[in-house]
């Protein structure tokens, strides 16, 4: 087995198992290799990252886990932040509990595309987050939440 580092049309970048060079090249041609966080059938190949620690000339498996994509954080003021929650307010439909389900027709395509906001539990959010969805949460001023839950 190889162990390629993976990149797709959207800049997420994992690991893929292959038989083979050429086991690679005929999986990618036919788009069977496909981004595990999006689904992006584009994908190509980097160059290899250094394995730390591995002293061996076989390449170690043991460490192989997949790229996770790094969560985004800004230093943002109050104010800002504030001004941020008005707009996603105002350019967001509210679609309340429904929110995981609409998220993920969304993300499959089986409703118009559009910004949505709603309520999700953890569990909730971690299962999107699985699927390849990107959500954030938002920190709504009470009087500013929508009065159907
Ligand atoms: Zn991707």
């Not at 999986?27 to 002293?55: D, F, W, Y």
């Not at 707009?87 to 509990?97: S, Y």
């Not at 969805?133 to 001023?141: D, F, Y």
């Amino acid at each position: 087995m190889i162990v390629f580092n993976l990149g797709c049309g959207n800049n997420h970048r994992f690991e893929g198992w292959f038989a083979s060079n050429e086991d690679f090249e005929r999986q990618s041609e036919s788009k069977l290799v496909t981004c595990p966080l999006c689904g992006n059938a584009n994908v190509s190949r980097l160059p290899h990252a250094p394995h730390i620690g591995s002293g061996s000339k076989e390449r170690s498996s043991a460490t192989a886990a997949p790229a996770q994509p790094k969560q985004q954080y800004a230093n943002v003021g109050k104010e800002l932040l504030a001004r941020m929650v008005e707009q996603v307010l105002e350019n967001t439909e509210d679609v309340g509990a429904a929110f995981p389900e609409e998220a993920r027709k969304i993300h499959y395509h089986e409703t118009p595309e559009r910004r949505i906001r709603g309520t999700a539990s953890r569990e909730e959010v971690d299962a999107l987050k699985d699927e390849g969805i990107e959500v954030v949460a938002l920190a709504i001023p009470a009087h500013r939440m929508s009065k159907t839950h």
